[in-house]
């Protein structure tokens, strides 16, 4: 095995693509769903030829009428050079042709549902795409993102406990060696580009890493710190399958003048407390009711009431229920506010029954997002990592994903 010297080298934490303050969906659009066919697969990544999903709710439920368009994009998420005929068989925007208003909820919506590639839209490349959905004036109503691989090198990849003192109880490392015995590779320093996702949050993904050894037709990503993610602590839950009843983590449920009032346990902060372990799904969210045999179209909307007793130092930071519910947006409608009459910080968010993870993240003014202030951080907790392989050729006119790679935290290495 040779290792190779480099001179220079540059990671660092990313948000990709558009930021958080240039959109604000709408109030009347909830319970955006966009994911693979397979089951317990939450994340939009598909293989080139594989199908999405997507499904929203519409509270106007006045059968407006959207269409769709898919965009493909650069490494960073700004939108590519490349004409629609390039990446798109058929279409790129249309219709969506698949709606259903809901049956006997108090809160009525309009159940809208799409899957790509369809009959008028086929993916030919892969690559990083937004898929935005318009309304009839022709205004986008919310954007998502998604990846399209293919499967031309293979990538293994380990959990390994922070090698530096100072937070080898508090980080999680991220090792990979990406194997390519049948794809040739002339300049992988500059050509291979990985990224790494932790719960598939793009708001803290690591790019900018280059291999560290070559070993025959493998590339080996053996860093440590420069790999490194916080932890942060199990995610909460809590399930509203049944709308009109208490259960696990739900302290009562009261019906208001419109809506039902789900109010969920306080949370208290445990950053400084032993870890505990307990199954979550990782920041995730399924829709369920017992009231009805489709839950798109039966299960209601309640107004969730949250909580949290925190003790720590946190001035100058906001503070926001965080979850894949809201593709993980930090706002104004998941904002908590300080209640000085309870001692406590609340929040109140419509949310459509189901069963749903979220953790409390803070914000500072300058942007910084820290998933540990309020519960800590640990070694031990269970994390999804994803590390997508990027490959832009010299002269290329588009980036390539030719791989992805999969690992979990419950089983961390020494």
């Known amino acids: ?12 934490f990313v948000q990709f693509g558009y930021s958080q303050s240039d959109f604000t969906e709408p109030d009347y659009i909830k319970t955006i769903i966009f994911k693979p066919t397979a089951t317990n697969n939450y994340a939009p990544i598909i293989r080139l030829g594989e199908k999405l999903v997507l499904t929203f709710d519409d509270l106007n439920a006045d059968e407006h009428n959207y269409t769709y368009k898919i965009e493909h994009c650069t490494l960073d998420w700004e939108i590519s050079n490349l004409s629609e005929f390039e990446f798109i068989t058929g279409y790129a925007e249309d219709r969506i042709r698949d709606f259903e208003n809901s049956v006997n ?7 809208y549902s799409l899957t790509i590639p369809n009959e008028a839209t086929k993916i030919k490349i892969s690559g990083n795409y937004i898929l935005s959905v318009i309304n009839e004036d022709e205004q986008v109503v919310f954007k998502r993102k998604f990846v399209v691989y293919e ?6 990849v380990s959990i390994y ?13 991220v090792e990979f060696i990406i194997n390519h015995p049948n794809y040739r590779i002339n300049n992988p320093s500059l050509e291979i580009i990985p990224v790494i996702l932790q719960n598939n949050n793009w708001q803290t993904a690591i790019i900018g890493l280059k291999p560290q050894f070559y070993r025959g037709t493998q590339l080996l990503y053996k860093y440590n710190k420069e790999t490194s993610f916080w932890g942060g602590n199990e995610f909460l839950f809590f399930d509203s399958k049944s709308i009109r ?6 302290a009562k449920v009261e019906l208001g003048q419109e809506l039902y009032h789900t109010y969920l346990y306080t949370n208290e902060g445990r950053i400084g407390k032993p870890y505990t372990l307990f199954p979550d799904i990782n920041g995730n969210f399924i829709i369920r009711t017992l009231d009805g045999n489709n839950s798109n179209l039966d299960a209601d909307y309640s107004w969730v009431h949250f909580s949290l007793e925190s003790f720590e130092n946190l001035e100058e930071k906001d503070i926001y229920v965080s979850g894949n ?5 930090l706002n104004k409608t998941n904002k908590l506010h300080y209640n000085t009459n309870s001692g406590l910080y609340e929040a109140t968010i419509l949310l459509k029954q189901g069963f749903y993870n979220y953790q409390y993240v803070t914000k500072t003014k300058k942007g910084i997002i820290s998933n540990h202030d309020i519960d800590g951080s640990y070694y031990q907790t269970e994390n ?5 392989v990027y490959y832009k050729k010299f002269g290329d006119r588009y980036t390539k994903v030719i791989g992805i790679g999969y690992g979990n935290s419950e089983k961390v290495n020494n």
């Open 1 to 12: 095995m040779k290792k190779y010297l480099l001179f220079f080298f540059y990671i660092y």
């Open 105 to 111: 909820t108090l809160q009525p919506y309009t159940n």
């Open 151 to 156: 499967p031309k090198v293979t990538v293994g």
């Open 161 to 173: 406990k922070s090698r530096d003192i100072s937070t080898i109880d508090t980080k999680q490392s």
């Open 245 to 250: 009843n208490s259960t696990l983590n739900i």
């Open 325 to 329: 519910y809201n593709n993980w947006l």
């Open 384 to 388: 999804d990592y994803t590390v997508f």
